[in-house]
């Protein structure tokens, strides 16, 4: 019980440290990373509509954002002293991977628009003839 009632030593009165920091420095290693994994699966040419491709980009960019959070909050923490609430930990791994999603998301806009407008035609093409036949069965989807 003895380490039940020991006082937790970051509970002083001075604030802790402001996370921005973290956030966006895990943010923008996390944006990067994801903007290299697109970056990949385009020179690859990979067909992200065929099952395997799609679970592999899932579980590789699942991967890289918890990543992200959690590296964010464990820098936070070491600044923070070793311990960091919960609610304040969520806070930054959110905030952290909120970052990484923006630049992610700016990225894939340009690649759509200028670098490869034609990526989006392709895609769609590419979904009609890689085993979205069922859809075609339905009265109100056109193709």
Excluded: C, H
């Excluded at 956030?23 to 385009?42: E, P, Q, R």
């Excluded at 820098?75 to 990484?100: H, K, P």
């Excluded at 085993?131 to 075609?136: E, K, Q, V």
């Amino acid at each position: 019980m003895e380490n039940l009632d020991a006082p937790t030593p970051n509970l002083s009165t001075t604030p802790p440290p402001p996370f921005w920091n973290s956030v966006l420095k895990f943010g923008l290693y996390g944006g990067v990373a994801l903007i290299f994994f697109s970056l990949a699966t385009y020179v690859m040419d990979m067909n992200m509509m065929s099952i395997v491709a799609g679970i592999v980009a899932f579980l590789v960019t699942l991967g890289i954002a918890v990543g992200t959070g959690v590296l964010a909050i464990q820098n936070q923490r070491t600044l923070d002293g070793g311990y960091m609430a919960f609610g304040r930990a969520f806070v930054i791994g959110a905030l952290a991977i909120a970052v990484a999603v923006l630049l992610y998301s700016i990225w894939n806009y340009i690649l759509i628009t200028v670098i490869a407008p034609s990526t989006l035609r392709d895609s769609k093409s590419s979904f009609w003839s890689s085993g979205a036949r069922i859809f075609r069965k339905m009265p109100w989807v056109k193709p």
